[in-house]
Nanobody
Framework: QVHLVESGGGLVQPGGSLRLSCATS????????MKWYRQAPGKERELVAA????????NYADSVKGRFTISRDNAKSTVYLQMNSLKADDTAVYSC???????????WGQGTQVTVSS
């Protein structure tokens, strides 16, 4: 059975930092590209960051470039999202996503709430 479990969310003041983790089980982690998405109330889900299977390439939404860093540890089957200089607009539920194109497989975590407020 596949599990993706996010952790590390919470309440943080503007300008602060959080590190999200997504621990996976039930998949061969190194075969999956990993992504972080977020969804704020009343807004569409947004792709925040993505990392390739080997971790040698990353992509970010323009809104988080220079502030967020995605990384992965294939030995621990875990992907991370380091979030610095947080803003109120970063408030959302953050979810991790594991994607394998062949065969097409796609798994989601349950999400973790990040709230940026003073």
């Amino acid at each position: 059975q596949v599990h993706l479990v996010e952790s590390g969310g919470g309440l943080v003041q503007p300008g602060g930092s959080l590190r999200l983790s997504c621990a996976t089980s039930g998949i061969i982690f190194s075969l999956y590209s990993m992504k972080w998405y977020r969804q704020a109330p009343g807004k569409e889900r947004e792709l925040v960051a993505a990392i390739t299977r080997a971790g040698d390439s990353t992509n970010y939404a323009d809104s988080v470039k220079g502030r967020f860093t995605i990384s992965r540890d294939n030995a621990k089957s875990t992907v991370y999202l380091q979030m610095n200089s947080l803003k109120a607009d970063d408030t959302a539920v953050y979810s991790c996503n594991a994607v394998r194109p062949y065969p097409p497989l796609n798994y989601w975590g349950q999400g973790t709430q990040v709230t940026v407020s003073s």
